[in-house]
């Protein structure tokens, strides 16, 4: 499973963006997918994942009520709607595919290059 993410920009605060994560390979539409930033200084986070039926979602405490995440197999793409943006959100995005169709947040097994995101205040 090979995933690219894009969508990525400069953005005020308050505004929105939406990512896409498009992925190759018959599998991906059984994988759980998920959304993780990686902050100048941070450590990776965990942002939103979705399972493979589309039917359950997770989110980090900080972007719930103001991020969701969703899939369209039949177009292997997974996309994070972000809305009212904050300067915290500023973070490099990965999309990322797991073979766990039990837990949201296990091990992600396949990941794609990330696409930037600045939110500017």
């Known amino acids: 499973v090979q995933l690219q993410a894009f969508g990525g920009g400069l953005v005020q605060a308050g505004g929105s963006l939406r990512l896409s994560c498009a992925a190759s390979?018959?599998?991906?539409?059984?994988?759980?997918s998920g959304w993780f930033r990686q902050a100048p200084g941070r450590e990776r986070e965990f942002v939103a994942a979705?399972?493979?039926?589309?039917?359950?979602?997770d989110f980090a405490r900080s972007v719930k009520g103001r991020f969701t995440i969703s899939r369209d197999n039949a177009k292997n793409t997974v996309y994070l709607q972000m809305n009212s943006l904050k300067s915290d959100d500023t973070a490099v995005y990965y999309c990322?595919?797991?073979?766990?169709?039990?837990?949201?947040?296990?091990?992600?097994?396949?990941w794609g290059q990330g696409t930037l995101v600045t939110v500017s205040s």
């Open positions: 990322a595919a797991s073979k766990d169709k039990n837990y949201l947040r296990g091990t992600y097994d396949y």
């Open positions: 390979g018959d599998t991906f539409t059984t994988y759980t």
């Open positions: 979705i399972t493979w039926t589309g039917g359950g979602t």
